[in-house]
Each structure stands twice: as C-alpha cells, then as structure tokens.
C-alpha cells in the first residue's frame, strides 16, 4: 500500500458526459502528479500540482481540467468524453516536497479504470 | 523532447535466471525511475537514479550518464517477479515522468 488513495477504483460512462476523479496523497506530500495510461500511448503525464499550484503540464487535453485542493487532495476532471480516453488514471506523489520530478520518489496511487461507452 | 527507450518488449526466461532489461534515453533527462506494474495494474516504484548503482534485494539498477543508458537486473529470478517493468526519464525541475513502453516480464517455474 503506497498510501496514496484514488477513488473510484472504476469509472463506467457515455460519450459526451463528465467525471471526476479524485487523488489523496501521502500524508505531508505536497506533489500530486497525473497520468494516464491508455493501450495505445502507455503512461504519458498529463499535468502535476505543487501545494495548491499547478507546476507542469504534459500531454493534458483541453477537455481535461485538474486541481488541487488546500487539504492537498486532487481532482482531475474529464469532460465531453469520447471512446479515445478509456483509460487508467493513476495520480502519484513525491516524498520529497521539491516537487522535482528527477530528485523526488513518486507514490502511485492505485488506478482509476475509465470505461467510456 | 524527452524520449525514453526501453528493451525488449517482451521477454520470458526461467526461474533462476539472470534477467536484464535495458533503458536509453535522450540528451534533456537527469534521472532514471524504474517503475513496476503488477498484472492487477498496480505501479510500484523500484528505484530513482541519476548516477551510479542502487540495489534493493534481488534487484540492482545501474546507470551510465555518458552512454545514457539504464539497466534493471533481477539475479534469481522467481515467478513472483512477473510484471512489466517500465522505465522513466525525469528532465529535472517541474516535469512529469517520460516513460519507456514497458517489458513484459515472465519467469515460467
């Protein structure tokens, strides 16, 4: 257990509608990263968030929208769904507060499996 | 970009054996995560490295900054070690992970 929570563990929806899904990090982790993981592309990086601040986006969609909150959960937020991001949805975060990507280990969360129909 | 490469795709051996898998990566990336998935999905992180060797059991992940280049060696190797492995590039400051596509793993008893 990484102790990073990710909820919920499965998504099932239609094109065109929106979801939500959402990140705990470690306890006293500031860092929460996003990534999806689709058969096609494998893992890419879509957007990380620093106490509060977005810091870097990746390959992140117009569509897709993220945020962190003051108690450091996170919300990544998917809209207007097509077939394309069936996906997993893992969040990560970094033990150390740096938010450095090439210093700082990254704590996976479990995986949210979107299924959209 | 970033690019991360990673070798072979694929690869099956039998329990004991001596495994290796292999990560390039491009100019831009200072740091080497090795990443493994487990068949339920789940991804654990093995190792972070920017220079030298690190070791933990029977895993050892070595990187060679001049050749860019990464390995993960597995010595006595069991079924239980059956996962993908994934390797990662990190390019230093606010930057996600750029990831190799994976190895899959199977150590047959």
């Known amino acids: 257990d990484s102790g990073v929570t990710q909820t919920p563990k499965h998504l099932i929806t239609a094109t065109g509608q929106r979801v939500t899904l959402r990140c705990s990090p470690r306890s006293g982790d500031l860092s929460v990263y996003w990534y999806q993981q689709s058969l096609d592309q494998g893992l890419q990086f879509l957007i990380q968030y620093y106490n509060g601040e977005e810091r870097a986006k990746g390959n992140i969609l117009e569509r897709f929208s993220a945020q962190q909150f003051p108690d450091l959960h996170s919300e990544l937020n998917l809209s207007s769904l097509e077939l394309g991001d069936s996906a997993l949805y893992f969040c990560a975060s970094s033990v150390f507060p740096s938010g450095d990507s090439s210093t700082d280990t990254q704590y996976f969360g479990p995986g949210t499996r979107l299924t959209v129909l | 970009k970033n690019e991360v490469e990673q070798s072979p795709q694929n690869l099956t051996a039998q329990e004991g054996e001596f495994i290796t898998i292999n990560c390039s990566y491009s100019?831009?990336?200072?740091?080497l995560h090795w990443l493994q998935q487990h068949p339920g999905g789940g991804i654990v992180s093995l190792f972070m490295?920017?220079?030298g060797k690190k070791k933990h059991g029977r895993l050892i992940a070595t990187i060679n900054i001049q050749e860019k280049h990464s390995s993960l060696h597995i010595t006595a190797s069991h079924p239980r070690d059956s996962a993908v492995y994934i390797c990662a590039g990190a390019g230093g400051g606010a930057d996600g992970l750029t990831f190799g596509k994976g190895t899959h793993l199977i150590i047959q008893p």
């Open positions: 490295l920017s220079s």
């Open positions: 100019v831009g990336i200072s740091a």
